[in-house]
């Protein structure tokens, strides 16, 4: 894996940021959090959400709310769930 000294926020957190300072910090890690479950969920399905593959595993079944106390105080989170219930978050299986 290269490591890469570029990063990029999108323009749409960035004005986000701008009028609410710090404080918003909290909130773009809940949907960074969120995103990155999602997607990894995807790639354990085998498939984007509508699409019809021979490598779909299971199929996307909503999302239940788990709230982590942080730093920044409680943060409530949208673990997404599959219909099989055998998906877990790699945190959950000690990655």
């Known amino acids: 894996m290269t490591c890469t000294d570029h990063f990029t926020l999108s323009d749409e957190f960035v004005e986000q940021i701008i009028p609410q300072g710090m404080d918003y ?10 995103l990155a479950m999602r997607i990894e969920r995807q790639a354990y399905l085998g498939a984007g959400p509508y699409e019809r593959t021979p490598e779909r595993r299971d199929h996307a079944n909503g999302y239940k709310p788990n709230t982590v106390k942080t730093r920044a105080g409680p943060t409530t989170f949208r673990v997404p769930q599959a219909r ?3 998906f877990r978050v790699s945190a959950a299986n000690g990655r």
Do not use: A, Q, S, V
């Open 25 to 34: 910090i909290p909130e773009m890690i809940r949907t960074l959090i969120n």
């Open 84 to 86: 099989k219930g055998d």
